[in-house]
């Protein structure tokens, strides 16, 4: 990838870590934040929520997006041995990991809200019910929430965040729309969003790759085109899909 300039539209642990395996492959990555989070009207009820966390009162916390995981390091959110974190995705679950939270479950098939609750009740073993702290963001439908309340679990639904663009640069965007970019990483539909409209329409000669095939089709709502999708919904599968488009326009 030696040549490449590859815009990563998130930062903190977990695009700095991207960053760093974008190097080892040869490329020069561009790390810019697009989204970030910001307080919720009800900031009160997520302080209290990481409080019992804190003291032990949850058997379970889900984490369905990287952003939480933004919002749990900023607030230093201490996660007991006996509480057990439930992750939407490989992209969230290697967030956990980068901030220092470990990772107890994360669905194998289908990463999503969907996925994980119907692998629940075999992975957590999970028969009776269970105290479960659910993050969300502001617009985030409560799909994981209600079906674990049908299933007879004790859920404290909180939101933790909203979801706000980040302005980039001028040169940056001066440097995709001439050209000077060769790929833009696409972690999530938000960020596809904000890259739609803060760098778009993205030219042919930039390669857009997404993490997954929930995130393409994010994108594509979005008005973005996706010339890549990852083989599976990790960081390490979306560099991956990156080089192999790389060695393909080589030759």
């Known amino acids: 990838m030696s040549g490449w300039r590859v815009l990563v539209p998130r930062g903190g642990p977990w695009g700095h870590e991207v960053a760093a395996d974008l190097?080892?492959?040869?490329?020069?990555?561009?790390?810019?934040?697009?989204?970030?989070?910001?307080?919720?009207?009800?900031?009160?009820?997520?302080?209290?929520?990481?409080?019992?966390?804190?003291?032990g009162g949850f058997d379970w916390m889900s984490v369905t997006s990287a952003t939480t995981v933004d919002v749990l390091s900023s607030h230093r959110a201490v996660v007991p041995e006996g509480t057990r974190i439930a992750a939407v995705g490989e992209t969230t679950a290697a967030a956990l990991t980068a901030a220092g939270y470990r990772v107890d479950f994360v669905p194998s098939a289908d990463n999503s809200a969907a996925g994980l609750l119907r692998e629940w009740t075999d992975v957590t073993r999970a028969g009776t019910s269970q105290r479960i702290l659910a993050l969300r963001s502001d617009i985030a439908k409560p799909v994981l929430t209600d079906g674990l309340r049908a299933m007879g679990h004790e859920v404290e639904s909180v939101i933790a965040y909203r979801t706000v663009g980040v302005p980039v640069d001028e040169s940056l965007r001066a440097d995709?729309?001439?050209?000077?970019?060769?790929?833009?990483?696409?972690?999530?539909?938000?960020?596809?969003?904000?890259?739609?409209?803060?760098?778009?329409?993205?030219?042919?000669?930039?390669?857009?790759?997404?993490?997954?095939?929930?995130?393409?089709?994010?994108?594509?709502?979005?008005?973005?085109?996706v010339d890549v999708v990852a083989a599976e919904r990790s960081a390490s599968s979306l560099i991956e899909s990156v080089v192999d488009a790389a060695r393909e326009r080589r030759s």
Do not use: K, W, Y
């Not at 080892?24 to 929520?49: E, K, Y």
């Not at 790929?183 to 969003?193: D, E, M, Q």
């Not at 739609?196 to 993490?211: D, F, K, R, Y």
């Open 23 to 55: 190097r080892a492959q040869g490329a020069s990555p561009i790390v810019a934040p697009m989204i970030n989070f910001a307080s919720t009207a009800d900031a009160p009820a997520l302080d209290r929520a990481l409080a019992r966390l804190a003291e």
């Open 176 to 225: 995709v729309a001439e050209g000077r970019v060769q790929a833009i990483l696409i972690t999530s539909g938000s960020v596809a969003a904000q890259v739609q409209l803060q760098l778009g329409p993205v030219p042919e000669s930039a390669l857009v790759a997404c993490i997954g095939p929930r995130t393409a089709t994010d994108a594509r709502a979005a008005g973005l085109r």
